[in-house]
């Protein structure tokens, strides 16, 4: 495209409808490879971003959990409130919080079970209190549906390339084969050297010698 911005409509090697394919499909096949870059991109910063966010909401519950337990070992809260956070009553007990869904589900287990003992008239469990627990398991949910939502339009800025690409495809080929006819005049040397001047590039098949140009 940068030569033929340069060169004259009458020296161009193609037909005008060809010219007028490439300035419809150009801009647009461009426009997709940039949006694509984008996506990339954008779900490549997300990611980073919730595992570290993931890492300390996990920190937060875990802390909270033992938090409670600790509270409850020292007879500040009855063992029966353990069921309020979705814990066995009858011990001690850690969750294995590992994966994302992990996290999900136990920000909902520990805020309902706060919230509920409090308004039985408990008092907040503090380092970390409930607030600080939801602002971390927050972030860490904004920033994973962030992620979905960036690898949704990933997803589909390969789809659109891909769709592009076919269409790109059948286009080089016609190109091709125009500039071909246009300078199949003379030796083949020449034909070459001007072909190499708008992208056509003649690859020896193995053991096939090339005339010098």
Same mark, same amino acid.
């Given at each position: 495209m940068d030569r033929k911005a340069v060169t004259l409509p009458a020296n161009l090697p193609f037909t005008q409808a060809t010219i007028d394919r490439l300035n419809v499909f150009f801009p647009a096949y461009h426009d997709a490879i940039q949006n694509l870059s984008t996506t990339l991109y954008n779900q490549t910063s997300i990611t980073v971003k919730v595992v570290?966010?993931?890492?300390?909401?996990?920190?937060?519950?875990n802390d909270f959990i033992d938090a409670l337990q600790n509270a409850i070992r020292r007879g500040t809260i009855a063992p029966n409130f353990r069921a309020l956070y979705s814990l066995p009553i009858e011990k001690r007990f850690r969750p294995q919080i590992k994966t994302e869904q992990d996290v999900l589900e136990w920000a909902v287990n520990i805020h309902d079970g706060e919230t509920e003992r409090i308004a039985q008239g408990g008092v907040p469990i503090t380092f970390p209190s409930l607030a600080e627990v939801d602002a971390a398991t927050g972030d860490f949910r904004t920033k994973?549906? #962030?992620?979905? =939502?960036? !690898?949704n339009a990933y997803d589909k800025a390969q789809e659109a390339v #891909?769709?592009? =690409?076919? !269409?790109?495809?059948?286009?080089?080929?016609?190109?091709?084969?125009?500039?071909?006819?246009?300078?199949?005049?003379?030796?083949k040397p020449s034909l070459r050297r001007k072909a190499r001047e708008w992208g056509v590039i003649y690859v020896p098949r193995k053991g096939e010698k090339v005339q010098e140009e």
């Amino acid at each position: 495209m940068d030569r033929k911005a340069v060169t004259l409509p009458a020296n161009l090697p193609f037909t005008q409808a060809t010219i007028d394919r490439l300035n419809v499909f150009f801009p647009a096949y461009h426009d997709a490879i940039q949006n694509l870059s984008t996506t990339l991109y954008n779900q490549t910063s997300i990611t980073v971003k919730v595992v570290k966010a993931k890492q300390l909401a996990t920190w937060f519950l875990n802390d909270f959990i033992d938090a409670l337990q600790n509270a409850i070992r020292r007879g500040t809260i009855a063992p029966n409130f353990r069921a309020l956070y979705s814990l066995p009553i009858e011990k001690r007990f850690r969750p294995q919080i590992k994966t994302e869904q992990d996290v999900l589900e136990w920000a909902v287990n520990i805020h309902d079970g706060e919230t509920e003992r409090i308004a039985q008239g408990g008092v907040p469990i503090t380092f970390p209190s409930l607030a600080e627990v939801d602002a971390a398991t927050g972030d860490f949910r904004t920033k994973n549906l #962030q992620q979905s =939502n960036d !690898k949704n339009a990933y997803d589909k800025a390969q789809e659109a390339v #891909q769709a592009e =690409n076919k !269409k790109a495809d059948l286009l080089i080929l016609k190109c091709w084969n125009e500039i071909e006819s246009e300078y199949d005049v003379g030796d083949k040397p020449s034909l070459r050297r001007k072909a190499r001047e708008w992208g056509v590039i003649y690859v020896p098949r193995k053991g096939e010698k090339v005339q010098e140009e």
